[in-house]
DNA sequence: AATGAATGAGTGTTCATTCAT
DNA sequence: AATGAATGAACACTCATTCAT
């Protein structure tokens, strides 16, 4: 089955299964939910994806695409960087990690169940390339003097770590915004300590 | 609720339904599984537990008195705390977020929806009760010099969701032991710069 | 209720229900005989009821619209009624109670287990109804001069028991057809002696 | 198992399931509910009854012999029958129908679902002993002279339906207590005009 | 392409019964 | 005699999937 079909009901549906998988898990959402949040009917939902198996696989590894842009474009700009241009980063990565909940709240969920979900593989892949990216950047940085001598691995795994666990240590909406206290704090992974006034 | 019955099977259950929550979820995860893991049978998970919800809420709720008992102890020490003693504590917490991988899922599953889940309320006081820990000894290292000047709050913060991240920024058990390379990002976030040789 | 479906499945459904409930009980049938007994698939049922309360409920209160009409029309005619017309009318209700087999027999169920059932709010006030229609009619009779002086109430509470007990004074099919012999035990509550030959 | 053990507890166990089974139906009432409003434990019900169905038929027939004890003593003294004795023993048996809530109940409930029940023998056969008892007593009011010529066997029916319909009649308690009203038209049954004044 | 009625496998839960204490 | 923990068959109900329209 190609793929001709109206482009925006397929869209309206895939943003139905993310932001429902994301609120209630795999098993509790059901295709009557979707459809009903997408607008469309039931029957439609099957027009589009195969089934909900396949409607999940897309929600969990088509967004991924765009991130994987983001690490291609900076790469390319990796020679001229600064600790401004790293602080920048930064915080683009916290915006990111914070502002997309529902797909954070999806990959999350599927980490969490790495033996019930094949999609683990493809968050594994990609959990490994962002972290190789650090470590490229962590060079580069230390090269360039703007950066103190850390483990580039360590710091890898660690700057991760904080990224995926922002949104799982506070839960009311009202700290949603904090995005500056987390920057400093990631700031300080990469052995950056901000001066306090 | 103190009833007769044999605490043994109870036990058995609870460590069986918070294995399949963690592997599988919530709606995934059928009493017939968790029956079967704890050697039991189908109809005795239900005359410990009144029904599914309340193995679950006993899975989510009860391990958290534990980790409470040791905050409270630690508060007791903390007048003679120094940084000696914070990196111990630092490396329990680690250990401890890493080795209770089942019941850090559980939590982490909990988190990722608590629209869905009422027992999202005991979680929320407890990460504001371990928050208020770290902001106390944050003060505490402040006052005694060992630790540099930093927002409290904002440590806090960060140092929670470090914690609640680690697990989730890999997936193959191979790195799981790597509690070291954690610690020493983890004490970045105090403010404290390991010397690499 | 108006929704589009098959109307006819629904109708099968609703005759099943009448039957199986009327034997069984309510817990003792079970929506897979309904369904087998209506030829249709289990799942189908509830295609048509929300579950197994809402088909019974229907299989209550459903019939009473075709008594409640049979009642408006007697009343229309009433200003014109003679003897003949009311032993007509006793004939009717009897050929009625006899004739309905199932649902008087869920009637009487509901009845019997009047705290249970929350339908017995709507055959109350049916009861109430008829009980008023049967005292019009005494009234009328009266009036007229074909009934001898009673108490209406008296009358009208004689007259459904005895209609609501003739299917409950026997048990073996051979005597359902025993018509005329309870059309002159009916008559005399009225006052009327039948002649002996 | 022969019965020497508790008559006491027995009995409860008997009122309990007589009026449990009255209110709720066969399935509905649970031997854990028996239990608890007999006060005994739950296992105890077992040791005085084999099943749930064995307490069940003695709640349907063991109430039987008082009635025909009662019959048994009427036929003793029917010799010397008169209007004002048969007038004392309708009103005895509207009492013994009105009184008897639950264990009226459950014999309706019994006739209600003949295919269902082995029990319905028992009732059939003392309804049909019932029937005679009436029909002789008919014969000798006929004799005497203080009854009407009617038909025996109808009035015999007859009889029996209304009593088995007086309780299904109306559903409010308040009106439980209109004894005399019932009495008026049961002798109405028999033949017999009360003068209204 | 879009729909939703039909299906039945699979779920949580109840409860009569057994039996060891 | 009295108890109640253990068991698993049986139930109401949900929902992904199919398919005729």
């Not at 939902?45 to 474009?73: I, Q």
């Amino acid at each position: 089955m190609a793929k001709p079909k109206s482009n925006q009901k397929r869209e309206q549906i895939f943003q139905a299964g993310l932001k429902l998988f994301a609120e209630n898990g795999y098993t509790k959402t059901t295709i009557k939910d979707i459809a009903q949040e997408a607008g469309v009917s039931f029957g439609t939902v099957f027009t589009y994806y195969e089934n909900k198996a396949a409607l999940f696989r897309t929600c969990v590894t088509a967004p991924l695409r765009e991130f994987k842009n983001h690490m291609h474009d900076a790469r390319e700009e990796m020679p001229s960087m600064t600790l401004t241009t790293l602080k920048n980063l930064v915080k683009q990565h916290i915006s990111f990690f914070m502002e997309r909940e529902h797909y954070l709240r999806v990959i999350q969920y599927v980490i969490g169940q790495p033996e019930r979900f094949s999609e683990i593989e493809a968050l594994d892949e990609f959990a490994d390339e962002f972290r190789h990216f650090i470590q490229d950047i962590m060079r580069t940085g230390m090269d360039k003097g703007f950066l103190p001598k850390s483990d580039p691995e360590e710091v890898s795994y660690g700057y991760l770590a904080f990224l995926m666990g922002m949104r799982l240590s506070f839960t009311d909406q009202a700290k949603a915004h904090q995005t500056s206290a987390f920057k400093n704090q990631a700031l300080r992974l990469f052995g950056i300590q901000e001066v306090l006034q």
